[in-house]
């Protein structure tokens, strides 16, 4: 008869990941997600595999507790323009907050040279392709519905913003909240203005 796990494996992951997150992958040893995650070393090979598969695994939690909720009033039904000003809203909120002090983890992911897992690079691309979608399809529909008052390429108008979402991401480690939000409220006036 298997043993119940006396840890809920869920929890350990969100650890996991905010130690990959804030210190990158090179900087996390097994000892440092041993004391974080508080869990023995054959409790996380056990539960998560090597060190890669908990990092990949790391990347997926993020995926689904931090990206999935952030840009889910982006993939919503509603008017385009809407869709992305809520975003960006949301994105302000969350930077200004503190919630993201490390920048973005899957640009952090795919930009460290200790990353050798093959599937990382693949899979971050496939998560900004769906937020670079989701700009396009917002864009599209306020096109459609005559929300917009110059004609835009959307793809073009997309990779736009998802410089800009880079960009705050980046800019948050350098400015207040205050600061970060007024930078934010530029952006959204000048997009209202498309």
Known sequence: MARTKAFNPEEKL????????????????????????GINRFSIYNTFGDKEALFFKSLKHYTTQIFEPLTGPLLADGPGMQRIQQYFLNLSTILAAGVIKSGCFMQNAVQEAAVTNPDVAPYVASIFDRLRQGFINALEDAEAAGELTVVLDAKAAAEFLL??????????????????????????????RW
Do not use: C, K
Not at 15 to 30: C, E, I, K, N, R
Not at 165 to 176: E, G, K, N, W, Y
């Open 14 to 37: 969100t650890v996991a990941m905010m130690q990959f997150w804030q210190h990158g992958y090179d900087g996390t040893s097994l000892q440092d997600l041993v004391d974080a995650m």
């Open 163 to 192: 410089m800009q979402v880079q960009a705050l991401i980046v800019l948050q480690r350098q400015v207040s909240p205050e600061q970060l939000q007024a930078n934010t409220a530029f952006l959204l006036a000048d997009i209202a």
